[in-house]
């Protein structure tokens, strides 16, 4: 049987080697990019540092971005089948007690993932858009894409550490957080931006404009 195909980064390094983490993660991967599933806790977790899920949390939250924005929309980048981005808007809905609640954007390179989290979103009213995109690429400027057409509020990010230092990943993350956006990220961390606040217990870390 032929070696599957390895993409390189822009050091001409293997992207996403498992045999460079420190522990297996649970899920399965390609030669693109790994499916590491996120527990129904660490959505919830995440939530709470995000300050997502309840009324009288997002009052008290709000970032500088998110009051001239409005109600919250959350990204999750590398959404795989959307079942974490499903979760995280149907818990936010659920303690929303009547004010607007979050939409969400999930982006994958997978057509495939983003189909079936599209039509997962629909048969359970969740109010998300999906879309298909390369963003270690970054042809088209996903930051802007993000900020100037979708009004993201808080991303969600869960990328190994050979991600997260790819030029194009940071320099994503870097302008998201300087204009205001909300960035948690969960076990891996972008040494480049400064932490506002961390859920240690739950490998939880968050970055947003005013760290």
């Given at each position: 049987?032929a070696?599957?195909?390895?993409?390189?980064d822009?050091?001409?390094?293997?992207?996403?080697a498992?045999?460079d983490l420190?522990y297996?993660p649970?899920g399965?991967g390609?030669?693109?990019a790994p499916y590491?599933?996120?527990?129904a806790?660490t959505?919830?977790?995440?939530?709470?540092?995000?300050?997502l899920g309840?009324s009288q949390?997002i009052d008290a939250?709000?970032?500088s971005l998110?009051?001239?924005s409005?109600?919250?929309?959350v990204?999750d980048?590398?959404s795989?089948?959307g079942?974490?981005?499903?979760g995280?808007l149907?818990?936010?809905?659920s303690?929303a007690?009547?004010?607007?609640?979050?939409r969400?954007?999930g982006?994958?390179?997978?057509a495939?993932?983003i189909?079936?989290?599209?039509?997962?979103?629909?048969?359970?009213?969740i109010?998300?858009?999906?879309i298909v995109y390369d963003?270690?690429?970054d042809e088209?400027d996903?930051?802007?894409?993000l900020?100037?057409t979708?009004h993201?509020?808080?991303?969600?990010i869960?990328l190994?550490p050979k991600?997260?230092?790819?030029?194009?990943?940071?320099?994503?993350?870097?302008?998201?957080?300087?204009?205001g956006?909300?960035v948690c990220?969960?076990k891996?961390?972008?040494?480049y931006?400064?932490?506002?606040?961390?859920?240690?217990r739950?490998e939880?870390?968050?970055y947003?404009e005013?760290s």
């Amino acid at each position: 049987m032929a070696e599957p195909e390895t993409m390189n980064d822009d050091n001409g390094l293997p992207l996403f080697a498992f045999q460079d983490l420190d522990y297996i993660p649970f899920g399965y991967g390609t030669t693109t990019a790994p499916y590491i599933e996120t527990s129904a806790g660490t959505m919830r977790a995440a939530a709470a540092l995000m300050r997502l899920g309840a009324s009288q949390d997002i009052d008290a939250g709000l970032t500088s971005l998110e009051q001239k924005s409005g109600p919250a929309v959350v990204c999750d980048l590398g959404s795989g089948d959307g079942e974490f981005l499903i979760g995280l808007l149907d818990h936010i809905d659920s303690h929303a007690h009547g004010v607007t609640a979050a939409r969400g954007i999930g982006i994958d390179y997978d057509a495939e993932l983003i189909k079936k989290a599209s039509t997962r979103s629909i048969s359970e009213g969740i109010n998300a858009i999906w879309i298909v995109y390369d963003f270690n690429n970054d042809e088209e400027d996903l930051a802007s894409l993000l900020m100037n057409t979708h009004h993201v509020t808080h991303v969600f990010i869960y990328l190994v550490p050979k991600q997260l230092m790819m030029q194009t990943v940071r320099r994503i993350l870097t302008r998201l957080c300087a204009s205001g956006v909300v960035v948690c990220c969960y076990k891996f961390f972008p040494a480049y931006l400064t932490p506002a606040r961390c859920d240690t217990r739950m490998e939880l870390m968050l970055y947003d404009e005013t760290s």
